[in-house]
């Protein structure tokens, strides 16, 4: 085992340090957040194209597409929100890498190696599950809602949806942060399986448990429809059989790792 580069120090540096990365991390997020907040309405607008898109999907006019406040102040802490979410994405990589670079002084030189490509491939994969929830799922959905609406036709009541503006802002960003962290299970079960925690071997034994908390878990996190819940659990299933491939991949490469530390010594 390779030793620790960067020598010991005194616990009042280690909290200067964290002091100086929560700050930049916190600029980060503040300058980002003025931007947003800046191009709050334009992001807003970003949002609504997956309900334009299922408002397409129903057969019905994109030109009469339209959302609702009923509080004067709701669409200005709705842009607040927008603002906050967006900063969150924008300012990622640099809370990340203050992260990062906080932890790294304490790892190995085979740990650093380890850590970085899961470093990469988590945001990677949690952009991955937002693309799905805008470009598919979240039109999904809402085609699903807007096929309950009821025309007035043959004496009955005109039933339209009207979406307030906060509501789908909720539900939306609901998804999109559904989506993302099911898609960091791949991350996380070879990180467990990295340091022994996990194997892949268990992983397959407890395959029909997992693909009923993958059901169980779309059923808490996604609103009450079926199109929601079996969108979010299958892609959920898929992963988890992922990381069971990539689990037996880290397995090989460490057993093949340590017979040739032995075949060398």
């Keep these: 085992m390779s030793e620790i580069e960067d020598k010991p120090q005194p616990l009042m540096e280690h909290l200067i340090e964290l002091r100086q990365r929560l700050i930049w991390a916190i600029v980060a997020f503040f300058a980002a957040f003025l931007v947003c907040f800046f191009f709050a309405k334009e992001l807003f607008n970003m ?16 030109s009469s597409t339209e959302l609702i406040y009923t ?5 200005f802490f709705t842009q ?4 906050m979410f967006g ?15 906080f932890v790294a002084p304490g790892l190995y030189k085979n740990e650093r190696s380890a850590f970085l490509p899961f470093l990469v491939a988590s945001p990677a994969l949690f952009l991955l599950g937002a693309a799905m929830v805008y470009f598919l799922f979240t039109p999904m959905v809402m085609w699903f809602f807007l096929s309950m609406q009821q025309l007035p036709e043959d004496g009955q009541v005109s039933i339209q949806l009207l979406p307030k503006v906060s509501e789908y802002l909720g539900l939306i960003m609901m998804l999109i942060l559904s989506f993302g962290l099911v898609f960091q299970l791949p991350v996380v079960t070879s990180l467990l399986i990295r340091v022994g925690i996990l194997s892949s071997t268990t992983l397959a034994e407890k395959r029909k448990y997992a693909w009923v908390i993958a059901f169980v878990v779309a059923a808490v996190l996604t609103p009450p429809d079926p199109i929601s819940q079996i969108g979010l659990a299958v892609p959920t299933i898929l992963l988890y059989e992922i990381a069971i491939l990539t689990g037996r991949m880290i397995e090989k490469g460490r057993s093949r790792s340590s017979v040739e530390e032995n075949a060398a010594s």
Excluded: N
Aim: cysteine-free.
């Design 71 to 75: 509080a004067p102040q709701e669409f």
């Design 80 to 83: 607040i929100k927008v603002a």
């Design 47 to 62: 949002l609504v194209v997956p309900y334009r898109t299922a408002v397409v999907w129903a057969g019905l006019d994109p």
């Design 87 to 101: 900063a969150m994405v924008i300012a990622f990589p640099v809370i990340a890498t203050q992260i990062y670079k």
